[in-house]
Each structure stands twice: as C-alpha cells, then as structure tokens.
C-alpha cells in the first residue's frame, strides 16, 4: 500500500508538470486566525452561530507534517493526549470531558465504531478543508448524544475542474508520512475525488523509566534507566475515493464512497510504563463504503434534505503469544505460561451501521425548523485462533442506537439568534452475561434505556463589536462501544453501565474588530456542567505486575471552568495568539458508591484529568521574497500542562510516583511556498528543548525531533 500511495504522488507529479496554470493557495481575510477566520465563508458562520463554538482553518497548516489530533491541541479548550509516538492511543479532553464524552463526526457522519486504522491521530491535516468544534452544548443537526462537545471534520467542498495535492515527509525515528489528493469536476456535473495517505514509523525513541531486574524480580521505582524502545512499530494506510454528480435539478450532491484502510502495531507497553511488551502487535483493517445526498429545496422553497448512509466492517486482530517477558534492556525471561499480558491470538469481526437524515425548513428570512434523526448498529463476535480449528464465541455483542432531535431557530442577521430544541435517545443492548462465580457460564443478556434531553441557545451582537452567548442543554450520553464491550485486549468493558447525563451552561462573550490592516479577537467563556452516573476509566491490577482498566458509573461530578482566547493579526504578515483553559472537575459524592459511608475524595478533583493547560503561537511571514510568488513563513508555538494527579490528591497519592509533572512543549516550523503555493518544502522541529513530555501518567512521549516535508499542489 505505501508502494502504491509513493507511486501516486510521482505519477501525479509528472502529470502536474505540464500544467499551466496553478491558483494560488493563499487565504485572503480580514482577519485570520489559526482558530477562527473572519470572512465570508462557512468558517465565519460557525463562529457567528449560538453555540460555544470555533472553527480551524486548515489552510496554513497543509504543508506541515500535522495530524487532525495535533490541529485540534490549538484550539480553546482542547487537549490532545497520546499515549506515545505516532500512532499511539489518543483520547481527546475538551473543557475537562475527554474520551468518549466527545464525538467525532466527519462530514456529520459519525464516526463511532469505525475502528483504530482510520482516526484523528492518523489522518493528515490536508485531508480536511476545516476543522468545527462544538464545545458542551452540541447543535440537534449533529444527533448526538455527547456532553463534551462534538469535533466535526469537514472536507474540501470546492468544486475544481482538476486538481492534485501530493506531499511526502520523513523525520526523526525512521518516520514517513505522505498524502496524495486528486479529482475533477466536469461540465456535466460528474465529480470524483480520491484521497490516499500512510503513516510509518519505527517510534524508537528514548524514555527513562524504571527497569526490572530478572535476577531479583524487583523495580526499583525510584532509579531511571534511559532505555530506548524496541517493539513500537506503527503503520497505517487508508484511501477514500467518492464518485458521483453534482449541482443536478434533482440533487445538489449525489457521493457514493468508497474507504478502505489498513493498521498493524506493535505494543510496547501496558498502561503503566514499567510494563513492557518484546512481541505483543495489533493489527487491523476496515472497509466502509457510503453514500451521500444533499438537495436543497426540494419540493418547496426553503426544503433542504440531507441523507448519508455508511457500512463499516472493521477486523481487529489482537496477537499476545510470546513464551518470554522482557524488560527495558531487551533482557528476556521465561513465563510460567505463554502471554505477555494475556495469551491470545483472537479477531474482533466489528460491523457497523450508521445512517442520519436532516431535514431543515426555512420560512422566510428569519424562522428554521430542523428535524434531525440519527441511527447506529453494532455487532462484535469474537474468534479464538488458538484452537484448532478456530472457534467462535457463541454469542455475539451487539448495540442499537437511535437519536432523534428537532429545533426551531428564530434569527435576524448580525443582530440575534434565539434556537430550542429536544433529543429523544433510545439505546438496545445485548452480549454475553456471566451466570456463575467462576465466569465459566453465559448466556445472552438484554438491556434498553432511553433518555429525553432538550436545551436552548441564544446569540446577540452588541454594539463596539461584541457578541454574547449563552447555550443550555440537559444532555444525555450513551454508554460507547468501548465502554460497554471493551477493545478485548486491555480494556474490559461491563454491559450494565447507566446513560450519563447533564446540564450543561456555556457564556461567552468576544470582540472582534479590524483597524485598517490589524484585526484584533478576544473571546471569553464560562462553563458549567452537572454530571450524573459519569462515567470513568479507572486502572486496575491482574496480579503479577499486569494491569487493565475497566469503566465504571462514578455518581455525580462537577465541573466549572473558565476558558480564554485572544489573536492579533497584521495582514498577512503577523499572527499572534493564544489560549488558556482551567476547568475544576470534582467529585461530587457526599457518600461512597454502594454504600452509606462518607466519601473520602468529596469535592476532590476526578483523577488523571488535565485542568489547567495554555497553548500559544507565532506565525511571520514574508510574501514575495525571492519572487512575488513567493512566500516565507516562520512559526512558533508553545504548550504548556499544568501537572495532575493519576490518583485522588487526598488519598496520599499526592507524590511524584502518581502525578503527571509540569510541561512545556516548544515547537518550530519554516516553510518556502514557491509559485503561489504550487512548490511547497517546510522543516520542523518538535519539543525542541528535549523536554519528558507526557499525557498519561509515567507513559513518555518522544524527545526532540526534527520533520521535512516536500508538496506540490496544481489544479484549476
């Protein structure tokens, strides 16, 4: 698959040489910033609406080796956390919610049970045209049942008669990443679009951790070893293609599509970094056709209609066979029986259905009626490949999940916009139960719930260029795939989990203003949610220095908070900005759960959450030097977490063992645009200062690293 993905960037390559003309790829706006830019396009629309809400435009990011995951760490009230290099699990915390209280949304699809080999850490940031992020109060039209908020990824609509976007990039840790994007759009309206992309790295870089000693059986937490990783192999490889018509009296956009990707990992550790894994590996591929359609006015003027349907089957192969355990030196010894973590060498046959309609009926220039209904099916069975011949579990893991919503928005343009709206979910569950103490015995186990939500948002412009918001929603989230039935490796999952849910309450207020060629947005906002049987992933031990993690229902959780974010611009030349997030997420049980005694973390913080982090950057560019075409852009950005505690603070966990340290994370971009964007090579330098990064507790994440990138862009 890279054989191929390589050869489509060089054939597009020598095609592109004969072109003739080639647009240019800058942005013109009155004011750009890195999250929100100020211009009459659906970027501006988002921003303007009355939710909590910031869009990121892509486009001064596509010729850097950034992720969508990493794209979205500028964001207010975003923090990214990875488990390790490229390719490493990652949970996304938006305003102290992370994980599963987000969801991911591509085009407004969901993107829940679509599997490991096609996600946000892996996907490169020219995939996608902008990023919208929807922070706790979530729009009905997405249909969904998140309390963080909703990340929805959306892809280049812009109709071209011909383009090809191709870039390579190789770095630190024997790291290649590459993307080729091309299409065309005919006269007649036929339009195809196929984007391919990979990933590779070796990820061995160098941590310090603690080392077992085979002799003695001991860790000795205390002493650091450097020791460099050795079995974190990570590959991946995905292609989209999309064909179909566009701009037809009958169809506005008519898309089938077509995704195939494709995973294999190695694991080098278990949840806590003194585990150590010499041979354990994952692999992973999916397949997932679809079909999209969008009309607007259809039948009556104002009618508009959007349908998408999707089918992913996703195959997980987890293989954990080793006869040997290792430690950080590649030592080895032998085991009393074969497994590293757990002797396997099963399949996951994940399938999944998804289908939304959104039906929006405007009446006149000021009234919108939205109807919004969203259906998703799961089914897992699970296959032991160590019998011969292999066996299959007897009964099989299933979900179904429907969410229907509707609102009504009443508006007047740039003065205020008033919208109400209510969620029915409904949820079916069914998978094995154990019957007996030894877990030995099963039979199939059937549980419903459901869930009515409802809220309201509000916008108004003030004079001086101020604009207030206030949303509310008594949100309601359904257990996650993941949560319920686990990932059959490390995580297990339990069936009898209750729906979260919420009342959630955001106030921002911003300004945003242009003084001749300096444009100035500052943004305020205050958030507040009241959590019931919130749902958290807490670690526990297998014996033998093994560890797993489970989810359980906490209770009730607080969480207030207060986000700022502020960006200076000068034309095209400057752009200064930053954020800044603290959020106070606390236990809110007076009583132990299961019991009638005194809860001894009461109003403590929920542990292993990051509540206090900033981010901020510097972009300086030069247009027309060497060449009016030209262009040189210097950018500098800096992260900082403030440090956390892996367990409850008040329960002597409070040292450095259980606390994820203070971090600053400094990062370095130069790149030469050559010919309005169509010659484009960039340099990078990550944490440059070599600073111990992590997001999770003792799990470290890659030192100093130095990235080039090469693309070329044509099209008209």
Not at 427 to 453: F, H, I, K, W
Not at 470 to 485: D, G, H, V
Not at 643 to 661: E, H, K, L, T
Request: charged content about 20%.
């Amino acid at each position: 698959m890279r054989i191929v993905i390589f050869l489509l960037i060089i054939v597009s390559g020598l095609l592109c040489a004969q072109a003739q003309t080639a647009p240019s790829t800058d942005t013109t706006s009155v004011n750009q910033l890195m999250e929100v830019v100020v211009v009459a396009n659906p970027v501006t629309k988002v921003r303007n609406s009355a939710f909590n809400a910031t869009a990121i435009n892509t486009s001064d990011l596509v010729n850097t080796t950034r992720t969508l995951s990493e794209t979205l760490n500028s964001a207010p009230g975003m923090k990214i956390r990875e488990s390790g290099g490229v390719g490493s699990d990652m949970a996304v915390t938006m305003d102290g919610f992370s994980g599963r209280h987000v969801k991911v949304f591509i085009d407004g699809v969901p993107q829940e049970g679509v599997g490991n080999s096609f996600g946000l850490n892996n996907i490169p940031v020219s995939f996608a045209e902008r990023i919208e992020v929807y922070r706790g109060v979530v729009p009905v039209g997405f249909g969904s049942d998140a309390i963080g908020g909703v990340i929805n990824v959306v892809t280049g609509r812009r109709q071209r008669r011909w383009f090809v976007d191709a870039s390579y990039s190789y770095g630190s840790f024997n790291t290649h990443r590459s993307h080729v994007n091309f299409g065309q759009t005919l006269d007649n309206g036929f339009k195809y679009e196929i984007s391919a992309f990979q990933n590779y790295s070796d990820n061995n870089y160098w941590v310090d951790s603690p080392v077992e000693d085979f002799a003695t059986g001991a860790i000795n937490r205390r002493q650091l070893e450097h020791v460099q990783r050795f079995n974190d192999t990570y590959h991946n490889e995905a292609v989209v293609a999309r064909v179909g018509v566009v701009n037809k009296s009958w169809a506005d956009r008519l898309l089938f599509g077509f995704t195939y990707s494709n995973m294999y990992k190695e694991v080098q550790t278990g949840v806590r970094q003194e585990i150590v894994y010499g041979q354990k590996h994952r692999r992973s591929h999916s397949l997932m056709p679809s079909v999209e359609y969008v009309k607007r006015d259809l039948v009556l003027p104002g009618l508009d209609v959007v349908l998408n349907a999707t089918y992913n089957h996703d195959l997980t192969a987890n293989i954990d066979t080793a006869s040997v355990k290792y430690n950080w030196r590649g030592e080895t010894a032998p085991l009393n029986s074969p497994g590293e973590q757990s002797f396997q060498n099963s399949r996951a046959h994940n399938n999944n259905w998804a289908a939304t309609a959104t039906v929006n009926y405007a009446v006149g220039e000021h009234h919108l009626f939205t109807v919004n209904n969203v259906f998703n099916s799961f089914r897992r069975s699970n296959e032991n490949r160590l019998t011969m011949p292999p066996s299959y579990d007897e009964i099989a893991k299933q979900t179904d999940k429907n969410i229907i919503g509707a609102s009504y928005r009443y508006s007047v343009f740039r003065r205020f916009s008033v919208s109400v709206f209510g969620k029915y979910y409904l949820q079916n569950v069914s998978g094995p139960m154990a019957t007996t103490s030894a877990q030995d015995v099963y039979e199939r186990a059937r549980r419903s719930t459901d869930c009515l939500g409802y809220g309201a948002a509000a916008t108004v412009f003030l004079p001086w260029k101020f604009q207030l918001k206030a949303s509310y929603e008594r949100a309601c989230r359904l257990p996650s795939i993941e949560e319920m039935f686990g990932d059959e490796d490390l995580e297990t999952g339990d069936m009898t989990l209750r729906p979260e849910t919420s009342h959630n309450l955001n106030l921002n207020l911003s300004y945003n203003a242009t003084f001749g060629r300096n444009a100035v947005y500052v943004e305020a906002g205050f958030i507040y949610r009241d959590t019931r049987d919130y749902i958290q992933r807490n670690i526990f031990s297998l014996g033998g220095g093994k560890s797993a993690a489970t989810y359980v229902n906490y209770g009730k959780v607080d969480t207030k908070g207060i986000s700022l974010s502020a960006r200076y611009s000068y034309a095209k030349y400057v752009s200064i900005g930053a954020n800044f997030t603290q959020m106070s997420v606390r236990d809110n049980m007076p009583t132990a759960i299961g019991s009638t005694a005194a809860n001894i973390s009461y109003r403590e913080r929920i542990p292993n959450v990051p509540y206090l982090f900033a981010d901020s950057d510097v972009a300086l560019s030069w247009p027309g030097l060497g060449r009016k075409a030209n262009t040189l852009r210097l950018s500098y950005d800096v992260q900082y977490t403030h440090r956390f505690c892996y367990y409850a603070a008040n329960i002597g966990s409070n040292n450095s063992d259980y606390m994820v340290p203070d971090q600053w994370a400094h990062n370095l971009s130069l790149s030469y645009s050559i010919g309005r964007g169509r010659y484009n090579i960039s340099v990078e330098c990550h944490n440059f200062t070599d600073a111990r990064l992590y997001d999770n507790f003792s799990l470290q994440k890659a030192g100093r690293a130095f990235y080039g990138k090469f693309r070329i862009f044509f099209g008209e």
